[in-house]
């Protein structure tokens, strides 16, 4: 068996909905990515890239032909390098990491390119067919951005509530406060701006170019609020339930984002191909599932999975990236794994970042790779929970460990 190792992971900025980066096709926000993967690679020949695997929660639109392998020949590169486009909701890219560490452990490969796109600005509405030709009555047209839709009546009605209040649920499940929610989210908007300003994603962003002559170039993260505080969170109104009983705003719970991530994943030989020393050993790997309305605690199982694979407890890990969905959901999975809070998305979490659905998972691997990377501890994980009930985990070692 061979070793799996990252060598590169990089983003763009993630843009709000509507906002900066909504004038970007999908597909060339992924080529755009992969464009500064190879760049960043002094001694790749192209050729030698066995295969690419791109997440992607939508495919409806304009990433619908197979975004892998569209953004593979948007980039240039020679069209002999295959392209699959995997869809594992809001864990596809980090999804699209663990396939291709699976190759690489079993020689099928020696150098994957990997990552996700998502552009929620640009998900189409679509029209579902009839069930007999020329219907009278009005048909709805539905919303792909987000959620359930075009539901099967087959699904029971508990499973196919909206994220929001499957979010009050787990909170009333687990006791979360608001007040805790607020100051969670509070907490990571400080983080984010902390860490841009003290130059951590430096090496971990690209700038996105103008995507017309009237456009301006995007170089970081949009939807970052610096002066957020648990008490200006507070006073923001609950979105799927009244204020009598909901808890859920919309400065406790992640934006909607366009977006686009990437890495190499490679075995040993991977390195002289690339001309890159590996940034993280890719020691762990666990997938789990639950109740679909209880959606926002399926990483406590997929982490502890894991954890178990890589031989490893918690007391060894000492960063950990969890995709902040929604601050109830985190802190649901933080109180269960029974950790210390501090070891959390300390460059700031998803509630700040954003969240571009299929570009969230590289972007937390990337994010504990290069933490381990400065802080020269040795053990990391990747986290995310995932819509309709499922959880993915990796965890990492920093191959130059120092502590």
Known sequence: MQQAYLYDAIRTPFGKIGGSLSGHRPDDLAALVIKNLVERAPALDANEIDEAIFGNA???????RNVARMALLLAGLPTSIPGTSINRLC??????????SRQIETGEADLMLVGGVESMSRAPWVLPKTDRPFPMQNLELANTTLGWRLVNPAMPSEWTVSLGEATEQLREKHGITREEQDAFAANSHQLAAKAWDEGKYDNLVVTVPPASKKGTEVTRDETIRPDSTAESLAALRTVFRSAENGTVTAGNASP??????????GSERAGDILGLA??????????????????????????????????LTWDD?????????????????????NIDPAIVNQWGGAIAIGHPLGASGMRILGTVARRLQESG???????????????????????????
């Not at 939508?58 to 619908?64: F, I, L, V």
Request: proline residues 4%; glycine residues 12%.
């Open 91 to 100: 864990g596809s890219s980090l999804d699209a990491a663990m396939m291709a």
């Open 317 to 337: 890990i000492s960063a950990l990236e969890l995709n902040e969905a929604f601050a109830a959901q985190s802190l649901a999975c933080i109180r269960q794994w």
């Open 58 to 64: 939508n495919g409806a639109g304009e990433e619908n």
């Open 278 to 311: 590996p940034i993280a050993k890719i020691i762990g790997r666990g997938a789990a599932a639950n109740e679909p309305q209880f959606f926002g605690e399926a990483p406590v199982k997929a982490a502890n999975k894991a954890l178990r694979h890589a031989g």
């Open 377 to 403: 501890e040795k053990y990391g994980m990747a986290a995310i929970c995932i819509g309709v009930g499922q959880g993915l985990a990796v965890v990492v070692e920093n191959p130059n460990a120092t502590k």
């Open 256 to 265: 909607m984002n366009d977006g686009a991530s990437g890495g190499w994943l």
